[in-house]
């Protein structure tokens, strides 16, 4: 995270931003969602497959 000071009459405000490295890590988090998600879904659609025979 790293806090950027803007121009504005209220100093107390601060914005924030993601840094290069915090980007990376939000982007390996959201893989290993999506990939446990994908792995879920899969094992759901092969449990239904399997029980209608």
């Keep these: 995270m790293k806090k950027i000071r803007g ?3 209220d100093l107390r405000l601060v914005d ?3 840094t290069a490295d915090g980007q990376k890590v939000y ?3 959201i893989a ?3 990939a446990d998600k994908l792995d879920e879904r899969m ?3 092969l449990t239904s ?3 209608v025979d």
Excluded: D, K
């Design 49 to 51: 497959v399997n029980q």
């Design 43 to 45: 094992l759901t659609n």
């Design 32 to 34: 290993e969602v999506t």
């Design 7 to 9: 121009e504005r009459q």
């Design 27 to 29: 982007e390996q988090i």
């Design 16 to 18: 924030i931003a993601i």
